[in-house]
């Protein structure tokens, strides 16, 4: 949290987890991706991957989370997690996640939550929304082509508000 209580990127992002390019051709696919590179990371807890991974498609039929202009950012409460983290993915090619604008998601931000703590989730997904509403955090996370690259954007963007 940095001084005014906002949370930061830094402080949920598995920086372990980051997919630079991601393999999956398909939401579905890449949602496995993701939490697979959490639960290699240590960020799940014990053999939750397989569940998580449901519920997270599950939440997905329920409403798409691609919010447009090439990004989406599956999120679920799971009560395997103890607390809050992300994965980040990158597609050069494109995938479906069914967006609102209709176009191809180049950018996956995957979010889990603690079931028990519904103001960290919150806070987490504005921190996320802030920095994908700008045009310029969008455009250098699309062209970050290596796990290093979208991580210094990340601490970058904690730094720097206009990013």
């Known amino acids: 949290m940095d001084w005014y209580g906002k949370m930061r990127l830094s402080d949920f992002v ?15 696919g ?3 991706e993701l939490v697979t590179a959490l ?3 240590g960020g799940l807890g014990n053999d939750n991957s397989q569940d998580i991974i ?4 599950r939440r997905e039929k329920e409403a798409s989370t691609g919010m447009g202009k090439g990004v989406a950012l ?3 409460k799971h009560a395997a997690v103890k607390d809050v983290t992300a ?5 050069s090619v494109g ?7 209709k176009q191809p998601v180049y950018s996956v931000i995957l979010l889990i939550s603690p079931v028990d703590n519904p103001d960290r989730h919150l806070q987490a997904m504005e921190s996320i ?13 699309r062209q970050s082509a290596t796990a290093e690259e979208i991580e210094d954007l990340f601490k970058e963007a904690d730094e720097d508000s206009s990013l």
């Open 14 to 28: 598995c920086f372990k987890a980051i997919i630079p390019e991601l393999k999956a051709k398909d939401r579905d």
């Open 30 to 32: 890449a949602i496995a």
């Open 39 to 41: 639960d290699k990371a």
């Open 54 to 57: 449901k519920a997270v498609i």
């Open 74 to 76: 599956p999120h679920v």
């Open 87 to 91: 994965a980040v993915g990158r597609s």
């Open 95 to 101: 995938i479906d996640f069914s967006s609102l604008d």
């Open 129 to 141: 929304f802030k920095h994908l509403q700008r045009d310029r955090f969008r455009k250098f996370l």
